[in-house]
């Protein structure tokens, strides 16, 4: 697994919940001394570094093998430029951090979700943070364990309309519905069985995953 970790604050348990010989971390921006401040050394950083200090860049400078500077001006976000690594990596890819912060870099990174790349993707591609697990979804099935990590389950179009959407193992179950930009019908669902299905057959399908704090 790949851990892509963005500048936004991030918690401490977040971070070390990725914690496994296997876990391959990116830092972007500001999420490169996030994670040195965590005594995680990330194998590669990203970004124009705009938002850290000059004692700060000297520390990424002389931790990180490879560091991919970019100009302030450029045509992609930092975390664009450390996605199109990742895919490169053919690894399951988490991103954190994220979520915080301007509602325009969060936006840009639910953007990155629908790129043609990332929906061809074979390996999966998240964006997680303390409360929330976000994934894009083409038209098919998918099963969702009841893990009881995440209390709530909300499936939201991404398209003009979502066709022929059926809930089984929730608390407000849906067969063949139209849902359709605007509504708030399927917000806030509960899986009350061991696994929950989700299909529909067209469109394209944001499912959140959310608890409490």
Do not use: C
Not at 137 to 151: M, Q, S, T, V
């Amino acid at each position: 697994m790949i851990v892509l970790t963005g500048g936004s604050e991030i918690s401490k348990e977040l971070i070390h919940s990725f914690s496994h010989p296997r876990t391959r971390w990116a830092g972007i921006d500001r999420g490169t001394v996030n994670l040195l401040n965590e005594g995680i050394t990330p194998e590669a950083a990203f970004g124009d570094f705009d938002s850290v200090t000059q004692q700060e860049w000297n520390l990424i400078e002389k931790t990180v093998n490879r560091i991919d500077r970019a100009n302030p001006e450029k045509n992609m976000t930092d975390m664009e430029m450390a996605l199109e690594w990742a895919l490169d990596q053919q690894e399951d890819i988490v991103m954190i951090g994220v979520t915080g912060g301007r509602l325009d870099h969060f936006f840009g990174n639910i953007q990155l979700l629908l790129h043609d790349k990332v929906r061809k993707y074979q390996k999966s591609v998240k964006i997680m943070d303390d409360q929330n697990l976000i994934s894009i979804h083409d038209p098919g099935e998918i099963l969702i364990d009841n893990d009881h990590a995440y209390r709530y389950i909300s499936v939201i179009p991404f398209s003009a309309s979502i066709e022929g959407l059926t809930l089984i193992g929730v608390k407000y179950p849906l067969k063949d519905h139209r849902a359709v930009y605007g509504s708030t019908l399927t917000i806030s669902n509960e899986i009350i069985e061991d696994h929950a299905s989700i299909s529909f057959q067209s469109g394209i399908l944001m499912i959140v995953r959310s608890k409490d704090q």
